[in-house]
């Protein structure tokens, strides 16, 4: 490419440099009437949508049961291994966790555990504000964790529909379940 | 009041003035860019941070004062010590008001770019004795832009001195009675404040320190109360700058009459203040071979040539 030399040209040249120089400074100083954008925290909560990813909670179903069946797919999805729980049965065959700890030290709130769960039972809140002083503070048992409360899917009860006989309702009673098929009939 | 408590009273209390007011400085500054950035900047000490300045100090104050075992531990020691001295020192010759200022020297303009020239030693001993590598790019570097603004420094200065026919800065203001010398050396007030600028080793000019590239460039190895010395000693000097392009090219304490004449210069360096650092917000910083050659081929021959056509005019 040809160098442009030339009179005018650098006279050009060295305008540009000026003018935007201006330009800019003007820019900035226009600033001064505009908002900060800080949300000054302890002062001023952020706004946190629904669905933000934070303090993860296990929910009860509407009949105010635990949700939880401890089947392990939380755990086993868990990028970071910090679910850690083991399944038990009472008496009427209803499964529930014996233990349910989370090392929320090691959680990175991605959600995970809560796409794998089949019950929606666990489940994020938008609650960030969990800062400790001792770390050991920062694992969670299943008492810190229950929450009294349905949470995003009030409705849902996993046992109506599970086909499977807990006490007080057999198996077919459940909500869009047909009555089983007795095998030992000669029935069509 | 006697001449000498009236001497022991402008010593004092310019000395008080400057260094306080430079270290709130800080706190303007960040504030300020705060503003221009859309965030608040510090405003939690005190009322509207203003407090902030006392915690950085019990800081600076607590912190280890650290001398490397590998500097040269004299020139380490003596060279945050001229930072400080040579601005504050700087100050006596300022004329703030009638009767406010601490000498009328008959070559105070001369005083002024002695004493600030002076404040490259620091730079350069600084980073001389610090035996750091970064440091000696920040020293190397503050020699390249030292050689380049202060010929052009002086020189832009000298058309003022032409139409008011005296050193003296406390003439220099009361012979803009008629009108400010901005007007008529628009193109020196302009050199001059880009002289001032790298003078006070700030932003677009501040290559000896520049954070981005050389941590903290020549004061890498500084810590405690000789940092804050550089720190302080730089916001002196942007006070210092301003005050001079105030009572060489803004009439100084002169204004309308509503207003004492000390209110009318406080109010002047205070806007230019405020403009260094607009400046310092808005304008990214080049490579000092860029800065070199701006330097001496396009502000000395602009400098020269406002001398010469200044001249000319007035011999005309």
């Known amino acids: ?42 002062d001023q909560q952020p706004h946190l949508h629904p669905r933000f990813r934070g303090r993860i909670v296990l929910t009860k179903d509407p009949d105010g049961e635990e949700r939880c069946v401890a089947c392990n797919l939380c755990a086993s999805a868990c990028p970071t291994d910090c679910i850690s729980l083991q399944k038990t049965e009472d008496e009427s065959g209803r499964w529930y966790a014996d233990y349910f700890r989370i090392n929320f030290s090691r959680c990175v709130y991605c959600g995970l555990c809560e796409e794998a769960c089949p019950t929606y039972a666990i489940q994020l809140t938008p609650d960030f504000e969990m800062a400790e002083y001792v770390r050991q503070n920062m694992v969670y048992e299943k008492e810190h964790l229950l929450i009294n409360g349905p949470g995003k899917h009030p409705d849902y009860s996993f046992y109506a529909h599970s086909g499977k006989a807990v006490s007080g309702r057999q198996k077919g009673e459940g909500v869009n379940e047909a009555q089983p098929v007795d095998v030992r009939s000669l029935m069509p | 009041m006697t001449p000498v408590m009236a001497n022991l009273l402008n010593i004092v209390g310019i000395l008080v003035f400057v260094v306080f007011g430079a270290a709130m400085l800080t706190w303007v500054e960040r504030r300020v860019l705060g503003i221009w950035q859309d965030r608040h900047g510090p405003n939690r000490v005190g009322p509207f941070g203003t407090l902030q300045i006392v915690a950085d100090m019990i800081k ?228 000092y071979d860029q800065l070199m050659s701006f330097g001496w081929k396009c502000m000395l021959p602009l400098a020269l040539a406002n001398l010469v056509v200044t001249a000319a005019l007035i011999l005309r």
Do not use: C
Request: glycine residues 8%; proline residues 5%; hydrophobic residues 55%.
């Open chain 2, 60 to 287: 600076l104050l607590v912190k280890e004062d650290w001398v490397p075992d590998f500097s040269d531990k004299f020139i380490f020691v003596i060279a945050p010590t001229i930072a400080m001295f040579v601005v504050v020192a700087a100050f006596a010759v300022i004329p703030m008001a009638p009767g406010v200022g601490i000498v009328d020297l008959n070559v105070g303009l001369l005083f002024f770019l002695a004493m600030t020239s002076l404040g490259v030693y620091a730079v350069m001993f600084g980073a001389y004795a610090s035996d750091n590598k970064y440091a000696l790019i920040g020293g190397i570097r503050a020699a390249a832009q030292m050689v380049s603004y202060e010929v052009f420094m002086g020189l832009s200065l000298m058309g003022v001195v032409m139409l008011a026919g005296s050193f003296d800065l406390r003439q220099v203001v009361l012979s803009q009675q008629d009108g400010w010398y901005i007007f008529p050396q628009f193109i020196g007030a302009f050199i001059f404040m880009m002289a001032g600028i790298a003078e006070s080793h700030r932003t677009p000019f501040d290559l000896p320190e520049a954070e981005h590239e050389l941590t903290a460039g020549f004061h890498t190895e500084y810590s405690g109360m000789k940092f804050a010395m550089f720190f302080i000693g730089e916001y002196v000097s942007v006070l210092l700058t301003s005050a001079m392009i105030t009572v060489l090219f803004l009439g100084g304490w002169l204004g309308p009459d509503f207003a004492p004449p000390l209110f009318w210069f406080l109010l002047k360096t205070l806007i230019l203040v405020l403009f260094m650092i607009l400046i310092r917000g808005s304008l990214p910083r080049p490579r």
């Open chain 1, 1 to 42: 490419m040809k160098k442009k030399t030339g009179l005018f040209y650098q006279m050009y040249i060295w305008f540009d440099y000026i003018y935007s120089n201006l330009v800019t400074l003007w820019g900035v100083l226009s600033h001064t009437f505009t908002r900060a954008d800080t949300v000054q925290y302890p």
